[in-house]
């Protein structure tokens, strides 16, 4: 379907709707999703879920009357059951997963909430990130213009090097000829490509060439941009700090305070986690592994007595128990059904991965997560600098991590990038008491001489700032 | 003769063959190979095949390592402890001992390990300071050679055994003993000691028997005899007017040396506006770390010191109309100078304090019966709270000797102590062990005495145990854990309990000694403090602070001293030419501190050795030119053959100005032959050379033969006392002429008929100022002037508009009170443990590569057969106009916009152009990878010798360092940053607290460390600070200021109170 028909349908959909009742609003579209769907749905509407992307829904069902969107949404099961073509088409992509019910939901508010993801999906809707492409698209496209140019100058060059190669080997051959010198014969392009001055100087250019990679790539050696490995568990910030809205700081409490944010101490995980035992995407098998680590029996919600002394064997037998039976529960089984046993072996079997490593022989103990950002050792970083004082958002320099679902590394951490930043950001000179003592640029300020403090200003470029 | 041959010296005109062969050689072929036999030890072999391997897998790891980067881990707690937030560190009040050194402390720690020791300032004793061997005890703690588990040990094997066994096996051992004796070292812990008198109800048998290293029985016994208790009074040092010390080394060793100095201190600082200070006369013949402090010295031989006490007594009695005791003679110049310091005594009334370090009873008693002729009990001298620093007793270890030897006793326990080194009669004491059946060590390492045990219960190191001290009476102080125990030991405490199979301790409890030190404070202090709150608040709170005071109130007891009856206890002048005195180092102590690195690398502060004891000799001086040295010894380290009542040994020779002729002297605590692997066979023992006179073990000897110089300098011979001058200038009488003091080198030299006197103000490079008291004001003018014209010179510049202002923000700077700064060492004990300075060890410093960033110049002036001395901490000056940054090529060292001069090591590309360039020599370079920071294992350094794995790699050591500053690689030149990692710290605090920064917020490892407050450290642009305050004093100046470096680095003028009158 073209765009145009899209726009068509979108534009009929809102005047037939709005004609009858209330328009549909796009911000309760957006609340309703947020609420209802967002734990299955993906939010850019583009890619697949636990559920289907939902961006491009409406057309796809456009072939039948809306009510049958509304009653899927409502109860797909029942629709499922009806025979509906479009829905068994669903039901065979995605079973067994069954999407949950909302008997609740308005006809209005299903369609606020196709509104809105439309919007999103178009990118009409929200915060347009057409601006942030186009910043970097800008200095892109000036390269390539420019890049052009040298090229174009270069291959000019090149023709013009020959040209005048041709031009003087004819005359010294004529010349020679006059001299009569009857052997002589004109250059060739071999004898030219074979020449000390064209080989000293294609030496000299590979030197060159070779020099300045090796320079460069020396230099972002040990860097690890985006480096975004697996970790024991499968933990997302998506679900943490995206969906839920957990503050970066309540679980990384060193942030504010300290030199290191600090990964969470397992018990720091059980203070919601000692309720919430099933997670929305793995059920038990990445949940378990933080009870497996601490020693926090589900089943009996209680802490296991002794569990460091406890053997292998001992500790498999509780967590298996209990992804056995949660698992048959879930799935409507009999209590030790053979399905059930052996999703508790495999979860299992995950979990002693996770918990164990080479220097880690035992199940009990700390999560051995893998390191991310990494500075070397001449680097003195303290983030409460940055968060406490500077103010900083987290995501300044982790990148937005509430839409990761694994973490990896945003920024390069290089000097230069340090170096950057310390160059454009203000300092929060007037909230606190402590720069008071930085009389010139207050006076500065008032007198309007100066438009703000920048990091550089106070030091932030020195090398004993972060380096001793 | 050929009349064309031409010469150069005799042996070109004798055509001696062997010096053609050798000047035809393009390389002297005998030092080649010394050279070679010398690279040898401590180093990789390499040669080129070696230098290709290198370079081949060099290149190839770090291909292989840019390839890919190796995952590291980021483990979390399980369950974080609230308290501890990673990256924050934590302080713990508590207590540092070890036998009697005490000092109240606040431990650093980072996740768990302690990493520096801070003074604690709520102790009425020590009052916030340390010294060197407190801040190195943290060093200790890692110590790999410490014994790892309980053992029996049989024949130098060791089994290691569970504590149950060993305690079941000992219990019946114990039970069949009839006899049962617990040595140890001077135990001030209540605690520790009821105990201990646990065990002795439950084996009625046993004795507890204490004794010192370095002894100080006599002094003790004199307090029982004089006033009725076997303690040490409070010597009051900042209270008395004149101070005069018989040998004494109260500011760098003698009892509670922290407490000493600080209140010293408080005497002899100066206020320009109205100067006065205490006067202090030193009765000694050797430079101890006391007696260079001094104004005066009045040289007697060690064995003349009961002499001179009585003729001081006798003329002070005379003039008080007391009575007299018969006279010893005495040299007459030490006679008229008692003469005089009499007359001020007894002008002075109850304003003086006399001490004595002798281990002479008669001495002691009459130095206590002077201070009462003197009115002097109860004011300078107080009874409120005596110490307990000391309690050990030399009749108890001579009756312990003779009733091992007629085989009494059954069973020992070493507790702390290590009687087969440390005791005059240890070899004798080694043998008589052979005769007891059950020999227990608690010692935490293997040791000359531990060695000789079957049974082995390690105690922990104070920073792992619990306990308690009381130092001084009714002061008590508390030790906590700062970690867990690193290896499978037990407090003594614990041990000694469990022998005893007390009932009062709970084996089942978590920490069964916690329980009992718990409880013992409950019954015990809080019942007796008078606390109004529960027990659990008072004990909270005496754990916070770490101290406790339980007031009391004593009248000053009378003096009951028998002064007639302690003449017969003095010595007699022994005649003889040549004696020698066994000194105590302010490092090393009694030897139980041999083990520890920092502690052997710090400079003594006298004779400026380091790893090893020298014997000091006296020089004389002709009166212009010449300097006559003892014995022919020419360079300082020149071995000389030594007979010490027949026993000969052969040790290297230290000049030492001031040294009395006719005597020499020479370190104990050296010469450990098992002690781990920093300190066995450093230096030479002398223990078997002291005396027991009296029943007292006596520090010197008569009988001493020594030959002439050797010519040969000890290798390695590790003395800084001419690495890193300041390049000083003299004068030369004869023809008026300046000359490089430094390029002669010798101190002799730099003595060379020098117009006016020595070094500092004297010379042209303003590196020393002093004054006498009495000439402050002309000085100070004096100084003003100079100044004006230095700064008046300085104000050209070639660069006009290119001022450095520092008016916005912060412009660090430091004061140094050189009337402070005793030079006890203890600031750069403490950089090395804040700033992780690598230990390097003998042979590097003998190559002047010590990696000190912080060192304490030693310089004499005034009269040369007994001079007065200046310490000068030298430390980075941090120059607004820095010589060494415009030199650097990589911009490696560059100026902050707070006045720091920086180092960036890992763009240094070691040129060393700056510590070439820098005018005060402090710049210090890696000439290896002495903290193994280096990614491969090329050229890494031991600088223990027996082990093939450099000091700094064990895993163990490594523990010390601090996280907060880069562990530097080799190749790179470093120094002091002002503790940049403090300031930093210190600022963000301030930033969170959104307040403007404080003095307390930044503090340098140096100035918390330093006992009498010398170093203060602060912001210069905030007016209301401490140190503002301090750099406007009119007695400050800059060293080298005339070279314009503009330093931030503020020295007071050095102020002395010679009395010229004792001179005459």
Same mark, same amino acid.
């Given at each position: ?26 911000? &309760?579209? @957006? ?101 942030? &492409? ?194 048959? @529960? ?76 694994? &973490? ?61 | ?212 290293? *370095? ?477 027991? *006179? ?141 700033? %992780?300075?690598?230990? *390097? ?22 009269? *040369? ?50 510590? %070439? ?21 090329? %050229? ?125």
């Amino acid at each position: 379907m073209s765009y145009k028909g899209i726009f068509g349908t979108i534009l009929f959909v809102f005047i037939s709707i709005g004609a009858l009742i209330s328009a549909p609003d796009i911000e &309760v579209g @957006k609340s309703s999703f947020k609420n209802n769907c967002a734990s299955c749905h993906n939010k850019n509407m583009k890619d697949p879920l636990t559920g289907p992307a939902l961006g491009g829904s409406v057309e796809r069902w456009a072939a039948f009357p809306k009510a049958d969107l509304h009653n899927w949404v409502r109860n797909s099961q029942a629709l499922i059951k009806a025979g509906h073509p479009r829905a068994t088409e669903l039901w065979n992509q995605f079973k067994p997963t069954v999407m949950t019910a909302f008997p609740n939901l308005s006809d209005d508010e299903i369609e606020s909430i196709f509104l809105y993801v439309d919007g999103v999906y178009k990118g009409t809707y929200g915060p347009k990130p057409v601006a942030a &492409v186009g910043g970097t698209q800008a200095p892109q496209d000036q390269q390539s213009g420019l890049s052009f140019w040298i090229y174009l100058i270069f291959i000019l060059l090149v023709g013009l090097a020959l040209f005048l190669w041709n031009l003087m080997s004819d005359l010294a051959y004529q010349m020679k000829l006059k001299a009569g010198d009857t052997t002589a014969k004109k250059q060739s392009v071999w004898q030219l490509m074979t020449s000390k001055t064209v080989i000293s100087f294609v030496i000299f250019a590979l030197v060159l060439f070779g020099g300045y990679t090796t320079v460069n790539n020396a230099i972002s050696l040990g860097r690890q941009q985006n480096y975004q490995p697996d970790q024991p568990i499968k933990f997302s910030h998506e679900t943490h700090a995206g969906l839920n809205k957990i503050d970066c700081n309540y679980c990384h409490d060193g942030a504010r305070r300290s030199k290191q944010s600090l990964i969470p101490a397992t018990n720091t995980c059980m203070n919601c986690h000692a309720a919430i035992k099933k997670g929305s995407q793995y059920g038990t098998a990445e949940i378990t592994k933080i009870y497996a680590s601490i020693g926090y029996n589900p089943s009996t919600d209680k802490y296991i007595d002794n569990y460091n002394n406890l053997t292998e064997d001992e500790i498999a037998a509780i967590y298996k128990k209990w992804i056995a039976t949660t698992f048959a @529960k879930d799935n409507n089984l009999r209590e030790g059904a053979e399905s059930a046993i052996r999703e508790s072996d495999n979860q299992w079997e995950g979990i002693k991965n996770s918990l164990t490593s080479d220097t880690k022989s035992t199940i009990p103990g700390p999560i051995e997560w893998k390191r991310i950002h990494n500075l070397p050792d001449h680097v003195y970083f303290n983030h409460s600098q940055h968060v406490t004082i500077g103010k900083l958002a987290c995501q300044t320099c982790h990148g937005k991590i509430e839409n990761m679902p694994v &973490v990896k590394q945003y920024a390069p951490l290089s000097m230069g990038w340090c170096i950057n930043c310390h160059r454009q950001t203000d300092v929060k000179f007037t909230d606190n008491k402590y720069y008071d003592s930085y009389k010139t640029y207050h006076d500065e300020l008032k007198a309007g001489t100066r438009q703000s403090v920048k990091v550089s200003d106070i030091g932030g470029l020195e090398c004993q700032k972060c380096h001793y | 003769m050929n009349e064309s041959t031409i010469w150069i010296g005799e042996e070109d005109l004798v055509r001696n063959p062997d010096f053609i062969a050798a000047n035809n050689s393009e390389l002297n072929p005998v030092s080649l190979e010394s050279i070679l036999e010398d690279e040898k030890s401590g180093m990789v072999e390499s040669n080129r095949r070696d230098f290709l391997k290198l370079l081949g897998f060099g290149i190839g790891a770090a291909t292989l390592a840019s390839c890919e980067i190796p995952v590291k881990k980021a483990i979390p707690y399980v369950i974080k402890p609230d308290t501890i937030v990673p990256g924050i560190a934590n302080y713990y009040a508590s207590s540092y001992v070890n036998g009697g050194d005490y000092c109240s402390i606040l431990v650093k720690t980072r996740e768990g390990r302690p990493i520096k020791i801070e003074g604690n300032a709520l102790s009425s004793i020590t009052k916030g300071g340390t010294n060197a061997r407190v801040q190195a005890s943290v060093l200790s703690l890692y110590d790999y050679n410490r014994i790892k588990f309980p053992s029996k040990l049989n024949q130098s094997q060791i089994a290691e055994v569970s504590w149950n066994d060993l305690d079941n096996e000992l219990k019946s051992s114990f039970a069949a003993s009839k006899n049962i004796r617990i040595v140890s070292s001077t135990q001030m812990s209540p605690t520790a000691l009821q105990a201990v008198a646990e065990f002795c109800t439950k084996y009625p048998g046993s004795k507890h028997i204490m004794y010192d290293g *370095v002894s100080s029985s006599a002094l003790l016994d004199a307090g029982l005899q004089c006033f009725g208790e076997r303690m040490i009074p409070e010597f009051r040092f900042d209270l008395a007017e004149t101070i005069v010390s018989f040998n004494a080394d109260f500011l760098g060793t003698w009892i509670s040396p922290i407490e000493y100095a600080s209140l010293y201190a408080k005497g002899r600082k100066i206020k320009a506006d109205a100067p006065k200070m205490s006067q202090h006369t030193q009765v000694e013949s050797h430079m101890s770390l006391t007696g260079s402090n001094a104004d005066n010295r009045i040289l007697v031989k060690p064995s003349e010191q009961s002499a001179a006490i009585a003729f001081l007594y006798n003329e002070v009695a005379s003039k008080l109309g007391a009575a007299t005791i018969p006279v010893i003679e005495l040299n007459e110049k030490a006679k008229a100078a008692f003469k005089k310091l009499a007359e001020r005594l007894v002008n002075q009334k109850s304003k003086s304090l006399i001490v004595c370090g002798n281990n002479n009873i008669g001495e002691q008693v009459l130095c206590y019966g002077l201070n009462n002729l003197l009115g002097n009990l109860g004011t300078t001298i107080a009874f409120n709270n005596v110490s307990y620093q000391r309690k050990g007793s030399d009749a108890d270890v001579n009756q312990l000797l003779s009733d091992m030897k007629a085989s009494i006793v059954d069973a020992i326990i070493f507790w702390n102590s290590n009687p087969c080194f440390d005791l005059p009669i240890a070899s004798d004491f080694a043998q008589a062990l052979a005769n007891v059946k059950t020999r227990v060590s608690l010692n935490a390492t293997i040791d000359e005495t531990s060695a000789l045990c079957n049974y082995l219960a390690p105690d922990h190191h104070v920073l792992e145990s619990w306990g308690d001290v009381e130092a001084k009476k009714g002061l008590l102080s508390l030790i906590q854990p700062t970690i867990n125990p690193i290896f499978n030991t037990r407090a003594s405490g614990h041990s000694f309990l469990s022998w005893a199979s007390s009932p009062n301790l709970n084996s089942a409890a978590e920490q069964p000694y916690y329980e009992y030190l718990k409880n013992q404070w409950e019954r015990k202090v809080y019942a007796a403090s008078g606390a109004t709150g529960g027990f659990q608040d008072f004990w909270d709170e005496c754990l916070h602070n770490g101290v406790f005071t339980i007031v009391n109130s004593t009248t000053t007891p009378l003096f009951k001293g028998d002064v007639s009856g302690a003449t017969s206890k003095l010595g007699k002048p022994s005649g003889s030419a040549l004696e020698i005195s066994f000194i105590e180092t302010v490092g090393i102590g009694s030897g139980n501190y041999a083990n520890n690195p920092w502690l052997q690398e710090m400079p003594d502060p006298v004779t400026r050795c380091a790893w090893g004891n020298y014997l000091m000799v006296p020089i004389s001086f002709d009166g212009d030119r010449k300097f006559i040295a003892f014995n022919n010894v020419k360079e300082n380290g020149e071995l000389i053959d030594l007979t010490i009542a027949g026993t000969k040994s052969s040790v290297g020779a230290v000049k030492q100005f001031g040294q009395m002729p006719g005597t020499v002297a020479i370190a104990i605590g050296y010469g450990r032959s098992i002690a781990g692997d920093c300190g066995t066979g450093v230096g030479t023992n002398f223990y078997p050379a002291c005396k027991l *006179v009296d029943g007292y073990f006596q520090y010197f000897n008569s009988e001493v033969e020594i030959s002439q110089s050797s010519g040969t300098v000890e290798k390695h011979f590790a003395c800084v006392q001419h690495h890193h001058t300041l390049g000083v200038t003299a004068i030369e009488k004869s023809s008026g002429q300046k000359f490089n003091a430094d390029e002669a080198a010798l101190v002799d030299d730099a003595f060379k008929g020098i117009a006016k006197g020595f070094q500092g103000s004297l010379t042209d490079r303003s590196v020393l100022r002093h004054s006498h008291l009495n000439e402050i004001k002309e000085n100070i003018e004096k100084l003003k002037e100079e100044r004006a014209e230095f700064q008046k010179l300085n104000s050209h510049t070639l660069y006009p508009g290119h001022e450095y202002t520092y008016n916005t923000g912060h412009h660090w700077g430091m004061h140094v009170d050189l009337n402070a700064c005793i030079g006890c060492g203890t600031c750069t004990v403490a950089c090395m443990a804040e700033n %992780n300075v690598p230990v *390097v060890g003998k042979k590097e410093i003998a190559r002047h590569h010590e990696m000190s960033w912080l060192r304490i110049d030693r310089y004499y002036y005034g009269d *040369v057969d007994n001079p007065n001395v200046v310490y000068q901490p030298m430390m980075c000056q941090h120059c607004n106009n820095a010589p060494c940054e415009n030199v650097c090529p990589v911009n490696a060292t560059n100026h902050s916009s707070e006045g720091l001069n920086q180092m960036a090591y890992n763009r240094c590309v070691g040129t060393r152009y700056c510590a %070439n360039n820098c005018p005060y020599k402090v710049r210090r370079f890696n000439w290896y990878d002495f903290t193994t920071a280096d990614l491969f294992p090329v %050229n890494q350094f031991n600088v223990a010798g027996e082990k093939n794995q450099p000091f700094y790699s064990d895993n163990l050591v490594r523990m010390v360092l601090n996280p907060d500053v880069t562990v530097r690689s080799r190749g790179v030149i470093e120094k002091c940053s002002f503790c940049v990692q403090r300031i930093q710290e210190g600022k963000l605090s301030a930033k969170k607290e959104s307040r403007t920064l404080n003095d307390n917020d930044v503090k340098t490892a140096c100035q918390t460390a330093c006992p009498t407050e010398a170093i203060t450290f602060g912001d210069m642009n905030n007016k209301e600070g401490t140190l503002f305050k301090k750099i406007e004093n009119p007695l400050n100046y800059i060293v080298l200021e005339e070279v314009n470096v503009k330093s931030v680095v503020h020295y007071t003028m050095k102020v002395n109170n010679r009395d010229e009158n004792l001179d005459a």
